[in-house]
């Protein structure tokens, strides 16, 4: 079997890869798994153990380092939602914005995941082909957030903001949101990425400068997002 003792402190993207390595791992093994509930499980229809009589194995935590390698199931089949897809303009776009303790524990995210130009391009390359723009943040006042708002009323196009833009409570909510949009530009969060696994079959908007940085640090993710086509989660287009 293959068990999480417990989740680190961390967000709810982290846990949500977690689990889902725990998953994959155990699947490619043909083995059961245990873990105890997380925070946001409830939005899925996802067990927490599936008990059998093999060897118990502990798995240390990782994230994005183990999706490509233990890759065994579709994550839309192990993450399916108990709530309601939401109401949700055709041919809308989850525009993503990580900040807060990112400025201080992952510089690279915002300086180079996160430019704002980065941002600006992406919206001039989906203005023809979305009518809404679902804004989601954890930071209100940052940069490029700003940049991309004030670009959004430039060019008239329709936009919105996630509720938990203005309460860190409705995590949930605006997970559940993102992950049924038909388009995202994306952003270098786990948050992101998980809700870029689930739901609608997106086609997501990556930096090509972020993504050529992590192939230089020899990020397995990013370097394996790359080379693969994954029928979950893929580059669409790099801006």
């Given at each position: ?227 693969n086509q994954d029928e979950d989660y893929s580059i669409w287009?790099?801006?």
């Amino acid at each position: 079997m293959i068990l999480i003792n417990d989740f680190t402190p961390c967000g709810f993207g982290n846990k949500f890869l977690y689990y889902n390595n725990m998953r994959q791992l155990a699947a490619k093994l043909n083995v059961g798994y245990a873990c105890p509930p997380w925070e946001g499980l409830t939005i899925f229809n996802t067990p927490t153990e599936n008990m059998t009589s093999t060897e118990p194995k502990y798995l240390d935590f990782c994230l994005g380092e183990k999706y490509f390698e233990w890759k065994t199931i579709s994550t839309r089949e192990i993450f399916k939602f108990t709530v309601e897809k939401p109401p949700l303009i055709k041919n809308s776009c989850a525009v993503h914005f990580r900040g807060t303790d990112k400025f201080r524990v992952d510089r690279d995210a915002i300086d180079i995941g996160q430019k704002t130009q980065y941002y600006l391009d992406a919206i001039d390359r989906l203005k023809e082909e979305v009518n809404h723009f679902y804004i989601f943040t954890d930071d209100l006042e940052m940069e490029q957030f700003v940049a991309a708002v004030e670009r959004l009323k430039e060019l008239k196009l329709g936009y919105s903001f996630g509720d938990n833009t203005w309460n860190r409570q409705y995590f949930a909510d605006d997970f559940v949101r993102m992950s049924h949009c038909d388009y995202m530009i994306s952003s270098p969060s786990t948050f992101n990425i998980a809700a870029g696994m689930v739901g609608t079959n997106k086609k997501i908007i990556h930096s090509k400068e972020w993504l050529e940085n992590r192939k230089k640090k020899n990020d397995r993710f990013w370097v394996e997002l790359l080379e693969n086509q994954d029928e979950d989660y893929s580059i669409w287009e790099l801006i």
